[in-house]
């Protein structure tokens, strides 16, 4: 009987395990590339786009795909970081971006997130569908009113109309909300009983109890904005202030060095991620368990 | 005397602070200007455009617009799609997910490991998926390689109806382990004794999973069924980066169709079609809402 068990949770185990290298082999691919000469990759990949089945040599045209490259190298992240100074203004540029998004959505969702779970006033839920229906929106819906808004405002052209915007978006209030509905009202209940109003309950009781709601929110915002190509591409014209996700969605033609730049580029999302793992883990749960 | 008066206001706010509603209203008060600045009076100009003949001199048109865009083949052809690919990948991601989660419950080793490893494609930046894609799905990739072998002539993927379940296939890549993670977490909320209880009672196992398991996980499937809706609009930016403007008709999306009317000016059709995109929408999340009402009430 014990046999069977090991035997059971050992296939199960193999079985799951196959798809999660199924899942990561994007990642593992991407990385072994980016130890590849640009020629190597050349030979590998050039034929991609083209409509030719048999070269002039009479080899046929298919890719090579490698998972260990010939010769191990980091020419290609010298290349970006040291003889392309480019690449890091680039960096920079989505840094200057999605730090604000980041701590102003945080900040402003977290406040209303808490009238939304925890206070009773007239039009609450009404007010919530609302903002439910638009965080379900394509960017595209509101495409032309908010290009207007923006030229109104002054925005247009400026990192602020991709930051403003980021910072007001609906997603944070939603999951942050979720998650305040699990914390008991008898934690607000002693706190009023001792005399705190709600801003301190918010400050001193509430966040505190939601730092893996947070942690989540702060981990999934950050993936979504340091991704986001529409909004930078429309609003900011300027090629040498936009972010680097722009740059690299338009990179993939160039062999020697798009590897190594989307490591570079994912590098800090996988830092984050499995610094904030078992917060980030915890915080999706929970805010996806009770409706 | 200043220190005074100035006491009192605090005190006066604190008290204030106290009653729900005015404190409801000071939180929300950031979010909701913003909100109304950057989403709600856009759409709500938007709206308003789509009944107009002309955006900057507006003269009312009436439903001209709607009756000039549902006469459009490409609107037609691009709404169709849309409401295809959500119709098919949704459902398929639920199952999925919620397999996978139900696998991943069971007794396994390394399920810390595993469940890492099925979040970690959120994280993969759009540039390395489109070149991934297409060293798999191009007319010289690993696919036709792969189809070489049985003697099976190439294909060129991106170019015929296949296109449209290359989409899906990396819509559900990319987002199953985020739905797995949640559906994980309902799992293990669900009381253990009440499995016992029902095979007591003679229960079979599909009887318990329909029942018991279900039944309990419907909030979260509502969680679910909302975030991969919004996620299932996000796959665009893959198909767009790689495709262009004018992709296979498969797979020629409402996102595309509006960004093409962006680029030409046509701002009466963008609105109408966006209108009539919320109003589908909304559809289907007031839906959700009753299904999700109801079943909760079952359940108490």
């Known amino acids: ?291 | 005397m200043k220190k005074w008066v100035f006491l009192r206001a605090q005190r006066g706010i604190a008290r204030w602070m106290r009653r729900d509603a005015a404190a409801a209203w000071l939180l929300l008060a950031p979010s909701a200007a913003g909100f109304a600045v950057f989403y709600l009076i856009p759409f709500v100009m938007g709206v308003m455009y789509s009944f107009m003949s002309n955006a900057s001199e507006g003269g009312f048109a009436g439903l001209a617009n709607y009756r000039e865009l549902l006469a459009s083949e490409s609107f037609r052809k691009a709404a169709s799609n849309t409401f295809y690919f959500s119709a098919v990948s949704v459902p398929l991601m639920l199952a999925l997910s919620l397999g996978l989660a139900l696998l991943l419950n069971g007794q396994i080793y390394l399920r810390k490991w595993l469940r890492t490893s099925y979040v970690l494609p959120l994280v993969v930046p759009v540039a390395s998926v489109i070149i991934i894609w297409q060293m798999i799905f191009d007319w010289n990739g690993v696919l036709n390689y792969a189809l070489s072998w049985f003697g099976i002539s190439r294909v060129d993927w991106m170019k015929t109806e296949a296109a449209r379940n290359v989409v899906i296939a990396v819509y559900l890549w990319k987002n199953v382990g985020y739905n797995v993670i949640l559906f994980l977490a309902g799992l293990q909320q669900i009381p253990k004794d009440y499995y016992e209880t029902a095979q007591l009672e003679g229960a079979g196992r599909f009887r318990q999973f329909y029942s018991i398991t279900l039944v309990y996980l419907t909030t979260t499937t509502f969680f679910v069924v909302i975030m991969s809706i919004i996620n299932s609009f996000k796959v665009f930016r893959e198909t767009y980066l790689l495709a262009g403007d004018y992709p296979h008709d498969s797979i020629y999306m409402l996102q595309h169709y509006m960004n093409n009317m962006f680029v030409s000016l046509d701002i009466q059709k963008l609105t109408a079609a966006a209108a009539l995109m919320v109003c589908g929408i909304m559809a289907v999340v007031l839906g959700l809402f009753g299904l999700e009402r109801r079943y909760r009430r079952f359940m108490e």
Do not use: C
């Open chain 1, 1 to 291: 009987m014990r046999v069977m068990t090991t035997i059971h949770k050992s296939l199960l185990t193999l079985l799951l395990g196959l798809i999660g290298l199924l899942l990561l082999f994007p990642i593992v691919i991407t990385f072994t590339n980016s130890l590849m000469t640009g020629g190597e990759l050349l030979i590998n990949y050039g034929t991609i786009g083209k409509l030719t089945e048999v070269t002039a040599t009479g080899a046929d045209t298919f890719v090579n795909l490698k998972w260990l490259p010939d010769k191990v190298t980091l020419a290609q992240y010298g290349e970006l970081l040291v003889y392309s100074p480019n690449y890091l203004l680039l960096f920079w540029n989505s840094a200057g971006l999605v730090v604000p998004i980041i701590l102003g959505q945080t900040a402003v969702a977290a406040m209303a997130a808490y009238a939304f779970a925890k206070l009773s006033f007239r039009g609450r839920d009404s007010l919530f569908l609302v903002y439910l229906l638009t965080m379900l929106m394509p960017f595209q819906v509101t495409l032309v009113p908010n290009y207007i808004m923006a030229d109104k405002l002054g925005l247009l052209h400026t990192s602020g109309a991709v930051i403003l915007p980021g910072i007001f978006a609906a997603f944070g209030v939603f999951m942050l909300r979720q998650f305040m509905l699990h914390i008991p009202y008898a934690y607000i209940e002693a706190a009023k009983m001792d005399g705190a109003g709600h801003l301190r309950i918010f400050l001193t009781v509430i966040v505190p109890m939601v730092k893996p709601g947070l942690a989540a929110l702060v981990v999934l915002l950050f993936v979504d904005y340091w991704n986001m190509v529409e909004q930078p591409l429309i609003f900011i014209d300027d090629p040498f202030k936009q972010p680097l996700s722009v740059f690299l969605s338009r990179l993939s033609g160039e062999w020697d060095t798009v590897f190594a730049a989307s490591m570079l580029y994912m590098a800090p999302m996988v830092l984050l991620f499995l610094y904030a793992e078992t917060y980030f883990i915890e915080g999706v749960q929970l805010s996806g368990i009770k409706g």
